[in-house]
Nanobody, 128 residues
């Protein structure tokens, strides 16, 4: 049984930082592209950042570029999202997801339907 469990969400003030983590179990972690998605109230879930199975390739959405960084640890079967300079527009439920790699260790998926496994999500709130 595949499990993705997020942690690290919480309430911060604008300009502060948070680090989210996602622990994976029950899958060949090193064969999966991983990603963070977020969904704010009334909005669609959107891809925020993704990372290839090897960790060598990453993608960060424009809204987070320069502030957020995605990493993975294949020995610990986990990914992280370091979020800096959080803004009032960043609050959402942040979820990690796993997509099987279709083209090797450098594959990054931008397609929602390719993500087969999802965590329950963790709430990030930014408020002054």
């Amino acid at each position: 049984q595949v499990q993705l469990v997020e942690s690290g969400g919480g309430l911060v003030q604008p300009g502060e930082s948070l680090r989210l983590s996602c622990a994976a179990a029950g899958l060949a972690f090193g064969s999966y592209a991983m990603a963070w998605f977020r969904q704010a109230p009334g909005k669609e879930r959107g891809l925020l950042a993704s990372i290839s199975p090897s960790g060598e390739n990453t993608y960060v959405a424009d809204a987070a570029k320069g502030r957020f960084n995605i990493t993975r640890d294949n020995r610990m079967n986990s990914i992280s999202l370091q979020m800096e300079r959080l803004r009032l527009e960043d609050p959402a439920i942040y979820s990690c997801a796993a997509a099987p790699s279709y083209s090797g260790s450098h594959y990054i998926s931008f397609i929602l339907s390719e993500y087969h496994y999802w965590g329950q999500g963790t709430q990030v709130t930014v408020s002054s």
